[in-house]
């Protein structure tokens, strides 16, 4: 690493000199743009230290060349020099560190520094069985790790193709932005925007996304190229699903089940009612006339009943209620085997999501709503954890704004609410 630190301070310095009046100060006062990367902090950072000032076109190549210093510096993080294993954890982030370094500044080197680096690691063994050499590990976590522009334009285009419509806090939850997306007949295709860290300009590639992956080509607007057709994209990068990071297939994969299991839910729903008003007719001590598979289906039928009644927003909260109670007791009386541990995830967020909206809607529906489903959290043992509820509760509670906009019905559900929450003055 000290090797390689020093080919690339040499980098910084030869090629600096052509864009900073003083390429040191210049890193120097960088953090200024990393504590606040803003576009009139770094045009201010620009216009003090770029030679041509900040719409020079060479900005990006001198902010790039910039982040190449602190990922050198980043390589020297204090952990990196406590491991017990090349393999392990400290020693592989230092690695990808280098690797970003070399990433962004190897292509003003004279000598092919990441071949030299990897001949430096090559004399470290793992003492772990099966890992190699520093080299072997830095080859094998490159493969999933390394992010050029055309494989972080996969992975916003596939994310955001898949986006969990029910869920705004994943990883790529905002990239929708960036995605220009035909929804013809066939598979999802159009245009995707990226930008890399703190590096001004943007990069704009064609995707088109198939059973298998993604493909990513070169956008020329200039020629029209920016209609994408359902044939494979002329000069096109292609991304397996499964070369993608964790973090996105999790989202992938949690935005898939989430459209399929509304599609199941929505195909269920009718014959469900059907099925449970059936049920409600059977007396209890002659269950053992029903067959298997009916009960099979009414199972399923129940599951997303709760789950769909789970789900519950404030505006829909009144007519969902009744739902949830009939099929909670529907559950207890057939002795269903229920997901408890799905639905006490589906539970705790929904709780979160409607003490959320309380303050802004403090009516007695809501309050009910919420009530309700911790009968049923209740009465289906479901494994919640209130803790995150309670606060919620207890800083309302001390709000007397909050307190004073309840009407009479409302406070008085407040107050039940309270005592269901374990709040002794309720």
């Known amino acids: 690493l000290e090797r390689l630190s020093a080919s690339l301070a040499e980098i910084f310095e030869t090629v600096g000199n052509v864009f900073f009046y003083d390429p040191w100060k210049a890193r120097d006062d960088y953090i200024q743009v990393l504590v606040d990367p803003s576009v009139g902090v770094r045009n201010s950072f620009l216009e003090n230290h770029l030679r041509g000032g900040p719409d020079d076109a060479a900005a990006g190549d001198a902010v790039r060349l910039l982040e190449s210093q602190r990922m050198s510096l980043f390589m020297f993080t204090s952990c990196g020099w406590f491991f017990d294993d090349i393999s392990g954890l400290e020693a592989v982030q230092i690695m990808l560190y280098a690797a970003r370094g070399i990433d962004l500044a190897g292509g003003w080197a004279q000598e092919d520094v990441e071949e030299r680096l990897k001949e430096d690691l090559s004399r470290a063994e793992s003492n772990v069985r099966g890992e190699g050499t520093g080299a072997d590990i830095y080859e094998k976590i490159l493969a999933c790790a390394r992010m050029t522009p055309r494989r972080l334009a996969a992975h ?209 529906g809501l309050i009910s709503g919420v009530l309700e489903i911790l009968d049923a959290v209740r009465v289906l043992d479901l494994p919640v954890d209130l803790w995150g509820v309670q606060n919620m509760f207890y800083d309302m509670s001390r709000r007397h704004d909050f307190k004073e906009s309840l009407s009479v019905p409302a406070g008085r559900a407040f107050e039940k609410l309270g005592r269901r929450l374990g709040f002794r003055e309720y």
């Not at 994310?159 to 007949?185: C, F, H, T, W």
């Open 156 to 364: 916003v285009a596939c994310a955001g193709e898949a986006k969990n419509p029910d869920d705004d806090s994943g990883i790529l939850s905002r990239v929708n932005g960036g995605l220009e997306i035909e929804d013809p007949e066939g598979a999802p295709r159009g245009v995707v925007r990226v930008m890399e860290p703190y590096i001004p300009g943007r990069h704009e590639f064609l995707f088109r996304c198939t059973s298998s992956g993604c493909e990513i080509g070169p956008l020329d607007r200039s020629t029209g190229s920016g209609v994408v057709s359902d044939r494979a994209i002329p000069g096109s990068t292609r991304f397996r699903y499964r070369d993608l990071v964790p973090g996105v297939l999790y989202e992938i994969a949690g935005g898939a089940g989430a459209h399929v299991e509304k599609a199941v839910c929505g195909a269920v729903d009718v014959p469900g009612r059907s099925l449970m008003d059936l049920a409600g007719l059977i007396d209890v001590r002659e269950m053992s006339c029903v067959s298997k598979g009916c009960r099979r289906s009414l199972d399923l039928a129940v599951s997303f009943q709760i789950v769909k009644a789970l789900s519950m927003s404030g505006s829909d909260v009144e007519l969902l209620v009744e739902d949830l109670k009939r099929a909670v007791d529907t559950a207890v009386d057939w002795k269903l085997p229920l997901d408890r541990e799905y639905l006490a995830g589906k539970a705790s967020k929904t709780l979160s999501r409607l003490m959320e909206e309380l303050p802004g809607s403090p009516f007695a």
